[in-house]
Structures are given as structure tokens and as C-alpha cells.
């Protein structure tokens, strides 16, 4: 074929050059002279701009994007050491005790902050019609939930730890245009004994003159203590406890709750589809974002090979659910605290654990406690527990929706379907 052509390619040519070749077939030999001159330049350039409007599917891209926030805390944590160089022992031990409580979320509680995290759409995150492809939902979330875990719990990764990801479950509610920005808003969803869930929301910000209508109107309707009603099917969930003993099956992570109720499979079915039915009917946020999609992220802590109880990690990172009467109502994602929340009762007894050492980054005494320690205190002095008493009812009620018998129940029924 490619001889042919050429042939009659050389053969118009020379037709070209008869006197009695007509003026039009010279310019079409013309032409296809031009285009045979230009076509590798061309080739070349649309080469170039295919690869570089892919370049988030670079090879390495995905691993700058997910650990760019390891290497700037390093790097922050770098910077520290070196301004205070010169500064006596004790001088460093206060400098980088309050380096390191500047970065955690002490006196948050769980499920009143909302992480915000801003995100593009490209070229390579698309599909065929001009849409964010599903398959790029969970790309943008290995980022964000690295960027999360350095904001919420710290102290995990300072004693070695590490928290491993069970689960991920997306409901897709609006399609996201290419070429545009959205925020992914992360939000402590529940925990038990095990696993801790972290609820993802994909929305377009919304404009500022609708966001503060929104947000007036939102606030009005909130309570101070700003509970969430009690489920009827959380009478079956267990008050959260940690045990002090070993566990009876000689392991070292924690039990798993069972869910002894009966029509098990029936109440998690339903509850499943009321949870994603309620998603699918809140198409806008609070302040008036419009709301693409809901993400619910499984994980838990790891210390090792053992399991570290949600509550632990959380209270030990500075986490804390003031009573009812001191809890301020919960803000919309557009607007963050203009004050930072004081320091929950528990706090000295986390500074006990980790106090920083100036020559380690490790954390051995409360890497130790994370190890099961904690298995040790007693029951009346489990600060942990008393740092999330005041929200256990609301802790209970989202774990309904989200635990055994709701979301994660439903999945552990559909994987047993043939």
C-alpha cells in the first residue's frame, strides 16, 4: 500500500507537468506536496500536546501527588530543628512540643469539623462524554485521605503506626464536568471497637453571595448541642467499651460487634437504601455547594500487627466532644473557627505519653500504649472514654447507618450472593 501510494503520488506529479494538466490538478498536487512536508511536524506537535495534557497519568505523578504531604511536613519539621539550633534543651523540648500540637486537631470534636480539600478535573481524569470517569474518584481519594490522616491523627505516624484501608463505597448522585475544580469534604462519619469510618462529599463551592445566604438560613435551625436524633435500630448496637483483658481468642485486635438481631438481613438492606435514598435527595450542602457525590472510607489503626481502638487514636490526638451545653453549633465547610478550641481535660495525660525527644522523632512511650497499654488503665480512668461521652448517642446513631447493620452490613451480605 505504501509503495502504491507513493507511486501515485510520483505519478500525479508527473501528470502535473503536461501541458495538458489543468490548473486545479496542479494545486491539488501542491497540496498534497505540503502535507506530505508537514504531516511528521504535525504528528510531532499533537504528540506533544496529548502528553502534556496527560501529564497527571505520568509515571511517579500518583506517588508526587499522595506524598507531597509527608515531604512538606518533613520538610516543616526540618525547617523547626534548624531556627532553633541554637536554642538551649529546654528551650527545644517546648519549641518542638508546640510544633507538633500546632499540627494536630486538639480540642476538635469529631463530628463538628469538616476538612476541605480543593481538586481539578484534567484531561486524563475524563471519559468519553466530557465527564470525570468513575474510575477517578478513587484516584482523587488516595490523596485526600493521606492529606486527612495527617490532620487528624499525627501522633499514629510519629510512633510508627499506620492505618490500612478496608473499604471504599461511592454513591453518584451528579456527574462532575472536565476542566473544572471541586472540593472533596471529609468528616468523621463513626467508629466501634475496630473500624472507623470517614465520610467523603464531592461538591461544586458554591458562589459567596449564595454561600452566605445559605449559611444564615442554616444556622437559625441548628441547636447548641447540635445532636443527631437516635435511630430506632441503634437499641441493638452496643455501648462502645475497650476491654482490659486479652481477648478470649488469645489475638490482639479488638472484637468485632455482633450483630445478633434477628431479620439481620433485612434491617441492613434497608437501612442501606434509606442511607443512599437520603444522599440521592440532599443535592446541595448546607451553604449551598451542589453536592456530586458521597464516599464512605473503612479503615482502621494499626500498631504493627495490632489493632488500635478508634477512640484511643482519636482522644490521643486531641480530639474531644465538650458536653452538650459548650458545644458550639456546627459550622458550614465554607467557614472555619476564628478561635482555637482549648485543650480537653484529658490533654495532660496525653503529654505524658508523648513527650517528643529532641534526638528521635519516635514516640516509644505511646507507640507502647497504642501496642495494647492501654489495655492496662483502669476502667474508671480510661480518659478516652470520657472524652467521647458527651457525643456516644450520636456516635451510636451514625454507626447505624454505617456499621454492621447498615452500609458495610450491606456489602458483607451482597459478597455472599451467587
Not at 491523627?153 to 471504599?168: D, M, Q, V, Y
Request: net charge positive.
Amino acid at each position: 500500500m505504501a509503495m502504491l501510494g507513493t507511486a501515485s503520488f510520483q505519478a500525479l506529479l508527473i501528470s502535473t507537468r503536461s501541458p495538458e494538466s489543468t490548473p486545479r490538478l496542479r494545486m491539488l498536487a501542491a497540496s498534497l506536496q505540503n502535507a506530505r512536508r508537514l504531516a511528521p511536524a504535525a504528528a510531532k506537535y499533537i504528540a506533544l500536546a496529548l502528553l502534556l495534557l496527560n501529564v497527571g497519568s505520568w509515571p511517579l505523578v500518583w506517588h508526587f501527588r499522595v506524598f507531597a504531604s509527608v515531604v512538606k511536613a518533613r520538610l516543616a519539621l526540618r525547617w523547626h530543628r534548624i531556627t532553633h539550633v541554637f536554642s538551649s534543651r529546654e528551650e527545644k523540648q517546648r519549641a518542638l512540643q508546640a510544633f507538633y500540637e500546632a499540627h494536630q486537631p486538639i480540642g476538635l470534636h469529631p463530628f463538628r469539623h469538616v476538612w476541605s480539600f480543593t481538586k481539578f478535573v484534567g484531561i486524563d481524569d475524563g471519559d468519553f462524554n466530557l465527564h470525570m470517569s468513575n474510575s477517578s474518584y478513587a484516584q482523587a481519594l488516595d490523596s485526600v485521605r493521606l492529606r486527612l490522616a495527617l490532620a487528624t491523627f499525627p501522633n499514629l505516624f510519629r510512633c510508627g503506626g499506620w492505618s490500612p484501608l478496608a473499604a471504599t463505597h461511592f454513591h453518584f448522585i451528579r456527574e462532575i464536568p472536565m476542566l473544572t475544580y471541586y472540593e472533596i469534604r471529609a468528616s468523621i462519619g463513626a467508629w466501634d471497637d475496630k473500624w472507623f469510618y470517614v465520610v467523603f462529599r464531592f461538591v461544586k463551592p458554591p458562589s459567596k453571595s449564595k454561600s452566605g445566604a445559605r449559611i444564615t438560613g442554616r444556622q437559625s435551625e441548628t441547636n447548641g448541642a447540635g445532636e443527631a436524633p437516635r435511630a430506632d435500630s441503634e437499641r441493638l448496637l452496643p455501648v462502645l467499651t475497650t476491654p482490659a483483658t486479652p481477648l478470649t481468642n488469645g489475638g490482639s485486635t479488638p472484637a468485632v460487634l455482633v450483630w445478633d438481631a434477628p431479620d439481620q438481613g433485612a434491617q441492613s438492606e434497608a437501612v442501606s437504601r434509606a442511607l443512599l435514598a437520603r444522599a440521592a435527595q440532599q443535592t446541595t450542602e448546607p451553604d449551598g455547594a451542589l453536592l456530586y457525590t458521597v464516599s464512605v472510607s473503612q479503615l482502621c489503626f494499626k500498631q504493627g500487627r495490632i489493632t488500635v481502638p478508634p477512640a484511643v487514636v482519636l482522644a490521643a490526638n486531641g480530639f474531644y466532644a465538650a458536653p452538650a451545653a459548650a458545644t458550639p453549633p456546627p459550622l458550614p465547610p465554607s467557614q472555619s473557627p476564628t478561635t482555637k478550641p482549648a485543650a480537653p481535660p484529658h490533654w495532660p495525660a496525653v503529654r505524658a505519653l508523648a513527650a517528643p525527644s529532641i534526638s528521635s522523632l519516635r514516640l516509644p512511650v505511646l507507640a507502647a500504649f497504642y501496642a495494647g497499654g492501654w489495655r492496662a488503665v483502669p476502667p474508671g480512668a480510661r480518659w478516652w472514654e470520657d472524652a467521647f461521652a458527651a457525643c456516644e448517642d450520636e456516635r451510636r446513631a451514625r454507626l447505624a447507618s454505617l456499621g454492621e447493620g447498615g452500609l458495610r452490613g450491606g456489602m458483607d451480605g451482597a459478597r455472599g450472593l451467587v
